[in-house]
């Protein structure tokens, strides 16, 4: 067992803490990343108010989501004359693209196991409570698992990791190493309790037997355009917590029957089929406001995004942070009233 000590200089941009958004907020940047994927044309307000309600949102709680996801920084917006739009802003490509891959390459392959653990084990005075929170709320983000309050776990080698996490939230002193579990005793009691797989379980069951009937139904018939944008924004939405949530361990871990697979053949079936009729639908709607942004309006499919090259290396910005306080949002509630 080799460990490491890592010691750390104070420096700005630890984790804020975790905030609860919106499902008309969630609906829009869903409804963005599916048609409006790496533009940096804004779309005027009236167009997304138009979209939201679409999905039965009023134009009030839609004004109030795009008010809100500009103020995260999500957005950003602009005026010309009296038509006020909304786009991304400047140099989020990166991330945008970091977290589609993400989203849409997660599950299709389940990861090698060379039977270690990384494990991270800290103390932090009572006086730095906000930097102990960001930790755990940072190794949360990286998939560890609890076992004890100071001693957190992954089958995945997220050392480097780890060692970035610290230094960047001033953590003056951590340990963490790679290790064997050398016991032959019953893994399955720690491992619900560090990662809630049970709880993981029912989520991806509830997801299959929502979505099934879908598959059910278009294998018959074809819907027309704005069904398939309702349709395909739905499966979306529900999946996009699966790459928070799911730990993704390796198979020597998990439950005998685990059910992602059948749940990511489902999404992917769903949400390409659905990709034509659906673009067309939210073509459409922009036409009304904009007949050429209309025209730039493009859905992919999950092998698109899959053969995109990953970002290069970047530090950690305000937009990511955003998009983090979103993902331990989720990790809070595991998203079961979604």
Not at 26 to 51: K, M, N
Not at 134 to 149: C, E, K, N, P, S
């Amino acid at each position: 067992m080799e460990g490491r000590r890592v010691t750390a200089s104070p420096e700005p941009g630890s984790l804020p803490r975790a905030r609860q958004g919106a499902e008309p907020q969630r609906l829009l940047t869903t409804l963005l990343g599916d048609y409006w994927f790496w533009r940096q044309e804004h779309i005027p307000s009236a167009a997304l108010v138009r979209l939201l309600e679409e999905f039965g949102i009023t134009a009030t709680s839609a004004r109030a989501a795009l008010r809100r996801v500009a103020a995260r920084g999500l957005l950003v917006s602009s005026r010309d004359g009296r038509t006020t739009a909304y786009g991304l802003p400047p140099r989020a490509s990166d991330v945008i693209v970091a977290h589609m891959r993400r989203l849409l390459t997660f599950g299709a392959t389940t990861p090698r196991w060379d039977g270690q653990w990384t494990v991270v084990t800290f103390s932090v005075p009572e006086d730095q409570r906000d930097t102990r929170r960001a930790l755990r709320d940072g190794l949360r983000l990286l998939h560890f698992g609890m076992v004890f309050d100071a001693v957190w776990v992954s089958p995945h080698d997220k050392t480097d990791d780890v060692v970035e996490l610290v230094r960047r939230l001033g953590v003056r002193g951590a340990v963490v190493f790679r290790a064997r579990k050398v016991a032959d005793d019953d893994l399955d009691p720690v491992l619900d309790h560090a990662f809630d797989t049970a709880v993981l379980r029912e989520r991806y069951l509830r997801f299959i037997d929502a979505h099934r009937p879908v598959a059910e139904r278009l294998a018959q018939s074809a819907p027309r355009p704005a069904e398939a944008l309702r349709l395909r924004t739905a499966i979306m939405t529900d999946w996009r917590v699966f790459p928070t949530l799911d730990p993704d361990l390796p198979a020597e871990l998990l439950p005998a029957g685990w059910p992602r697979d059948e749940a990511r053949r489902l999404c992917v079936q769903i949400y390409d089929s659905l990709g034509e009729p659906a673009e067309r639908r939210f073509r459409e709607i922009l036409a009304e406001f904009d007949p050429e942004l209309a025209g730039l309006a493009a859905h992919h499919t999950f092998a698109q995004v899959s053969a995109l090259e990953p970002p290069a290396t970047r530090r950690h910005t305000s937009f990511d942070e955003t998009t983090d306080r979103d993902r331990l949002d989720l990790i809070a509630r595991g998203d079961l009233d979604g």
